[in-house]
């Protein structure tokens, strides 16, 4: 009998129309293997209006490739205000509530898997696995409060954040095992000294990584017809995700500057997303004469593949914090390693994958200058740059999610091993 495992992600819904991300990774290679993954997430779509709709209980049930989704009666919301607290609040209580049903419906859960962003639905997680006497892994995909201070949102010293970190603590203590996304998760521990509290030996590390089958296969079915992104006489800098103030894109406008103020009128950026930030930008463009910057809109999730195919080099860029000394695990950066392209980070971690795989140019300051030499850099080296991109194709292989749900199932193993060792 295949084994149960519960995966908790409250914003995997998309993952269901969009037939990928993280969970429905790990859910379809565990079900290829010896297990049963059930993705639980909200009824409503983070970043849309709109939600799937469940008539008459606090749950539904949907099948996608194999995969079982249980969508969780949420309250709507638009944008982060206090409509989105209320729609986590709705999330935990609503999931608590349908737990024992949906065991008796689809079977005991030998495991459970909760998944950040927002804490609630780990400590959902840690009460349900409790209740039925299994183990629970809280996977941390954002740090809360952390991010929240390193950009400014919430102040360090507040009474709020300590509150916030002493529940995060809790969390971490509470937990059977904690995965972290980025590397250095028990640097993160030992620096907010809970190391005595929290047991280092149950951190893992299981990165955001790439479906490299569905990643090829979308570069090849969902290509996108555009005569910018097609011009084989310009060098295309592609940058793909949010164009929201607090991705800092303004300092690419100034490096486009510069390397039009250089002459270099063959390279060109393309931008494509949307987000708040995107009227202000292209108002610049206008104003200060930039014309070497294509703002392209929203792009489909299946046809990122295509166009960062189709890239002379592509742009991972995100603003500085303090975070990165913990590392990066951004879901784009294994995606720019999967199209096999040049990378130009505009900002310097530790546990930097662009240096161990020596697949890009790493920009040591987010500098505009810096980052324009680097550009330029890439510019007149092509043969480099070839060399960087099949660098790069080599690290993606080695974080396809055939090889993190190994990493997964390790960990899962040891648990259910120990269950079984003492009787449980």
Request: with cysteine; glycine share 6%.
């Amino acid at each position: 009998m295949k084994k149960k495992v519960w995966i908790i992600n409250h914003y995997a819904t998309n993952s269901f129309f969009n037939e990928g991300g993280r969970h429905f990774w790990f859910a379809k290679n565990l079900n290829s293997r010896n297990y049963e993954g059930t993705i639980f997430c909200a009824n409503t779509r983070h970043n849309r209006n709109d939600a799937l709709k469940i008539s008459g209980r606090l749950f539904e049930e949907r099948s996608t490739n194999g995969i079982r989704y249980i969508f969780v009666r949420t309250t709507k919301y638009v944008s982060n205000d206090i409509r989105r607290v209320l729609n986590m609040i709705s999330f935990f209580v609503n999931l608590i509530l349908i737990s024992s049903k949906c065991s008796d419906k689809y079977g005991r859960p030998d495991i459970i898997l909760a998944s950040s962003v927002h804490p609630l639905t780990l400590v959902a997680g840690i009460i349900i696995s409790r209740k039925f006497k299994i183990p629970c892994i809280c996977e941390v995909r954002d740090l809360w409060p952390e991010s929240l201070v390193a950009y400014k949102i919430i102040n360090k010293d507040s009474l709020l954040t300590s509150i916030l970190y002493k529940f995060e603590k809790w969390i971490y203590r509470k937990a059977d095992s904690i995965i972290m996304t980025w590397e250095g998760g028990k640097d993160y521990i030992q620096d907010q000294g809970w190391e005595k509290e929290i047991q280092l030996d149950k951190i893992a590390h299981i990165s955001n990584g790439v479906d490299l089958e569905s990643f090829d296969r979308n570069s090849v079915e969902h290509q996108i017809l555009d005569e910018d992104l097609d011009n084989a006489t310009l060098k295309n800098i592609i940058y793909t995700g949010s164009v929201r103030k607090v991705n800092n894109l303004g300092i690419i406008l100034d490096v486009a500057k510069i390397i039009q103020n250089k002459g270099l009128h063959d390279i060109r950026f393309l931008i494509y997303g949307a987000g708040d930030e995107k009227e202000v930008l292209v108002k610049r463009c206008v104003e200060e004469n930039i014309q070497n910057v294509i703002f392209k809109g929203r792009i489909n999730k299946n046809q990122v593949p295509a166009v960062l195919k189709k890239a002379y080099a592509n742009l991972l860029h995100n603003t500085s914090t303090s975070l990165d000394k913990y590392g990066q695990s951004q879901n784009k950066l294994f995606e720019y390693l999967a199209a096999g392209k040049c990378i130009i980070q505009t900002y310097m971690t530790n546990y930097n994958l662009c240096e161990r795989y020596n697949c890009g140019y790493v920009v040591q300051k987010q500098e505009a200058e810096l980052i324009a030499d680097a550009i330029i850099s890439a510019y007149h080296n092509p043969d480099q740059c070839e060399e960087y991109g099949r660098n790069a194709r080599e690290a993606a292989s080695n974080h396809d999610f055939t090889i993190l749900t190994d990493k997964l199932i390790k960990i899962i193993e040891g648990h259910l091993s120990k269950k079984e060792s003492i009787g449980v």
